[in-house]
């Protein structure tokens, strides 16, 4: 309680006298005065709790402090690897320059066990080394000071991906370290092709932006024109993957998204395979993948991962989904209220009969319906998930039956709700998802007010506009408008991947081939006919590698 | 990336074709039938023969100058005054095109199709999706026919195709009748429909191969002819010449009486009606385009995007201007006829200056 009063009062001092900007370039140098370059330094970081000054004989002859905080570092390694060598006594190191200029050369050669590390003159720049979770060396006598990487932040272990499950197919997700996910793209392609650019974006967080991209493959103008967007982003802090997508879409009035973000690094790589570009940011779990076109939300890995005909048919079903959860309940409203001669009369019938209970107009029911559906879907993903199961029962239960049961909607409305529902939940990305689930209502109203018509008039009208969208330069309907025939080959059915012999020609990568040309068309005859010679092989190999082994 | 020549002479084909197939489908083979008898496809194929010069003339022309839209260059050719005098008329013919086809459109639709809809209603919401449209640049426009095409073709072509079981060849004898007045009157009328191909001029200057533009419209007005000459054949086939006079959307008929199997695709006209609408929409937005185009260039603005805002109250008023169904038709005969000189006649102009112009003095590249 005391030591809380003391921070207050000198809280309420220091703003007073606020503290000076951090770093400028071209600042303060370091003074000769161990003890001076410390006040200063700790006046331009501030107080702070996990701040250590750790002061201590370095070599048992010079005065000497080494500062940095303890939440960003790893303290057992700073203890055996720093503190530990330093410490010792100027008798167990011989070589032991008498000069203090040389003393932090021979301290990085011979001391320390650490991988990078630099020396610094500007005192200025000190403060935001620190921050950055690296350890600061400041000798009395010594105008320089030794800065050495001993960050370390923990985290959680790598694990399966929340949002994009698939059946068959890596289990692993990214992390919110960004060394980490580096590290998952680079295990996957390891190639010297492959380049990533970090800068720090957010002028507070100093978030590291990383991009990625394939030296060999990507678009240049591509590459430059995310780099160019990342570049002028101009604001404080970056939290999150989103916040960066954000800045960087072409179009941000647009529900549907443009920017693809991903939890997968497989998925990353396959992209970067096509010539697109990655960005990552240190903290989230989120790869952005750019340019992304209409077609991507619909593709999961499974599609590229299960045989061709399985991944055709599944998409396909994908979108068929997809065209329950934006016209089902539209085409519905308008055809029961305003043209019912198009129905068969049988089922005329029986949707009336159905609806004989109900007091509203169609449009309404469907409304309530919908909207309650919505509501159930936003509680289950805030809710903990002890809870969420019980809800979801409470929730089918009013809404399937008591609803039904009360008068309130008919069980036909009740059919096209779930359908619809189901639907949405079947499009892969949950981004997409919601753009389409979000357009349904406005169809849904002018389905109400104009019947078929206005269903039809919100249909061109959202066709339009995805046929206006641009995701960098990259038509966002494509392969199918502009569309060449080839790129077809991965649209709405999967070719086999032996036909994709080159990349989508929409992102005008360096090197199209995919899959070298020589290839013949007829590759699986090809591989029958390897795979008979090798079966003839085989017998002799084993027979002359269990030999080798005899002798 | 950012090339502005992109229009592949199949889109610009697809533009043309989608253009043209539209409003008439559904009343089409009536006047065919009323101008011909059982002639009517060989009166829907002079039409199309018709138009197809009539665009050649203007085609050709703009091949001439890839660089530039008619409305430019032909300002360097006869002047500006007399240019922008022309290109004041067009406009205007643009205008009431738009304007008569969107109330064509409400009426047809709100008597057979949509009863509860008001034509107020569906005409503004027609005219507003054009208008939202027609602010993109041309490249996008060339991109929504594109992809409305085949949503169109494919339809109609199932629907004729089902329906060509139950046509009685009988019905369609004697094929050649002797070119009487009411059949070129036909065959005129019918070239009317194809009047819209004049969105050529704005596409020559963004097309990769600007040399193919003939091409392009031959391919366009083809397809769409030969959509035209099916269901006519369809309908003449299928009712009779003399019952198809009678019927008021023969296409609708022919859409419903055709079924596959025991009921299994019953309602392909429910189909139609979207199919319909849709090409409709690719019609009216196409003349709303040059209209709004035109607008710009007279009054030289930088893009359509204020022009295409201010049109659409002016194009409502012109739909809803006629009193009745009948003066709408006897409209847009007239207007047909009116537009028929002057796309004929402004290029030939052209032509011939250009002819006496390059002759003299090479002045023109």
């Not at chain 1, 493959?217 to 024109?225: G, M, R, S």
């Not at chain 1, 079966?535 to 002359?544: M, R, S, V």
């Not at chain 2, 101008?35 to 003339?57: E, H, K, N, R, Y």
């Not at chain 2, 019952?243 to 429910?270: C, M, Q």
Request: proline letters at 6%; a neutral charge.
């Amino acid at each position: 309680m005391q030591a809380w009063k003391e921070k207050y009062v000198s809280y309420i001092k220091n703003q007073k006298q606020p503290s000076p900007p951090p770093s400028e370039p071209g600042g303060e140098k370091l003074s000769l005065s161990l003890s001076a370059n410390l006040e200063k330094l700790l006046h331009g970081l501030g107080q702070s709790g996990d701040l250590v000054v750790r002061e201590f004989l370095l070599f048992g002859r010079y005065q000497a402090a080494l500062v940095f905080f303890s939440s960003l570092v790893n303290q057992e390694q700073i203890q055996e690897h720093i503190l530990k060598p330093l410490m010792a006594r100027s008798n167990d190191h011989p070589g032991l320059p008498d000069k203090l200029t040389e003393l932090y050369h021979y301290i990085w050669n011979a001391a320390v066990q650490v991988t990078q590390g630099t020396t610094a003159e500007e005192l200025s720049a000190l403060p935001s080394e620190i921050v950055k979770g690296q350890l600061i060396l400041l000798t009395e006598g010594s105008a320089e000071a030794l800065v050495l990487d001993m960050r370390q932040v923990d985290t959680r272990g790598v694990d399966q991906p929340q949002t994009e499950q698939v059946i068959r197919g890596p289990r692993e997700g990214y992390v919110e370290k960004l060394e980490n996910n580096l590290s998952l793209l680079r295990y996957r392609l390891q190639s010297t092709d492959f380049r990533i650019e970090i800068s720090p974006i957010g002028s507070r967080t100093q978030s590291r932006v990383a991009l990625c991209y394939l030296d060999s493959l990507a678009d240049p103008k591509l590459v430059a024109e995310a780099m160019r967007r990342i570049s002028i982003i101009q604001t404080d802090g970056i939290i999150d993957a989103g916040y960066i997508e954000q800045f960087i879409e072409d179009q941000p009035l647009s529900p549907f998204p443009q920017v693809q973000s991903t939890e997968r690094p497989d998925k990353t790589v396959a992209a970067l395979l096509e010539g697109r570009v990655a960005i990552l940011v240190d903290g989230s779990p989120f790869a952005l993948i750019v340019p992304a076109l209409f077609n991507q939300f619909f593709q999961t890995i499974d599609d590229y991962t299960e045989r061709f005909i399985m991944g055709s048919l599944i998409r396909i079903i994908r979108l068929i989904a997809l065209a329950f959860s934006l016209f089902f309940p539209a085409l519905y409203v308008s055809v029961i209220s305003f043209n019912p001669e198009l129905m068969p009369t049988d089922f005329a019938v029986a949707i009336s009969g159905g609806r004989a209970g109900v007091p509203f107009p169609a449009v309404l029911e469907v409304l309530i319906m919908e909207v309650s559906m919505e509501v159930l879907r936003e509680a289950t993903i805030r809710l903990p998930q002890m809870i969420g199961g019980a809800l979801s029962i409470v929730g089918v239960l009013v809404i399937g039956q008591a609803a039904v049961a009360a008068g309130l909607a008919s069980p036909i409305t009740v059919v096209i709700v779930a359908l619809t529902t189901i639907g949405s939940f079947a499009t892969p990305a949950y981004n997409a998802a919601i753009a389409l689930r979000m357009l349904r209502f406005p169809l849904i109203l002018l389905a109400g007010m104009f019947g078929l018509y206005g269903v039809m008039i919100g249909t061109i009208l959202i066709i339009n506009h995805l046929l206006f969208l641009e995701s960098f330069s990259v038509p966002y309907m494509s392969p199918y408008i502009p569309g060449k025939w080839r790129d077809w080959k991965d649209s709405l059915v999967r070719a086999p991947l032996w036909w994709m012999h080159s990349r989508p020609s929409f992102l005008h990568t360096r090197d199209n081939t995919r899959l070298p040309a020589s290839i013949p068309g007829n590759y699986t005859q090809q591989i029958l006919q390897q795979g008979g010679e090798t079966n003839e092989q085989f017998p002799a190999d084993h027979n002359t590698a269990g030999g080798s082994r005899n002798q | 990336m950012n090339n502005s020549r992109q229009i592949t002479t199949l889109r610009a084909a697809a533009v043309i074709s989608s253009t043209i197939i539209g409003i008439g489908i559904l009343s089409f083979p009536r006047y065919m039938a009323d101008a011909g008898g059982s002639s009517a496809p060989l009166v829907a194929f002079t039409g199309a023969l018709i138009s197809f010069f009539s665009f050649w003339l203007l085609a050709a022309l703009c091949r001439r100058f890839p660089k530039e839209s008619l409305f430019v260059f032909s300002r360097r050719l006869i002047g500006r005054p007399p240019a922008m005098f022309f290109t004041l008329i067009i406009w205007l013919i643009f205008l009431w095109l738009t304007g008569l086809t969107a109330r064509q459109f409400g009426d047809v639709a709100t008597s057979v199709l949509f009863n509860k809809t008001p034509i107020e209603a569906t005409i503004f919401l027609m005219l507003l999706i054009c208008q939202l449209s027609a602010r993109r640049n041309i490249i996008k426009f060339s991109y929504i026919h594109f992809f409305y095409l085949p949503l169109i073709i494919g339809p109609v072509l199932i629907t004729i195709l089902i329906s060509m079981s139950d046509v009685d060849l009988l019905n369609l004898q004697p094929v050649l009748t002797a070119p009487s007045a009411s059949f070129w009157k036909g065959a005129l009328e019918a070239s009317y429909l194809f009047q819209s191909s004049f969105i050529i001029t704005l596409l020559v200057p963004f097309m990769q191969l600007p040399k193919q533009a003939v091409r392009a419209g031959a391919i366009g007005i083809f397809a769409a002819g030969a959509v035209y000459l099916l269901i006519v054949i369809a309908s003449v086939g299928m009712f009779g010449a003399e019952e198809t006079k009678l019927l008021i959307y023969p296409t609708l008929e022919t859409a419903r009486s055709a079924v596959i199997g025991d009921g299994f695709l019953e309602r392909l006209d429910a189909l139609f009606i979207v199919i319909w609408v849709i090409s409709v929409f690719t019609t009216i937005y196409t003349t709303y385009y040059l209209a709004a185009y035109l607008l710009q260039n007279l009054l030289a603005f930088r893009d359509q995007r204020m022009t295409s805002s201010v049109l659409l109250p002016l194009v409502f008023a012109i739909a809803m201007l006629p009193k009745n169904v009948f003066e709408t038709y006897t409209w847009t005969l007239l207007l047909g006829k009116a537009s028929m000189i002057l796309m004929v006649g402004y290029p030939a102009l052209l032509w011939a200056v250009y002819g006496v112009r390059r002759f003299h003095k090479k002045v023109i590249p």
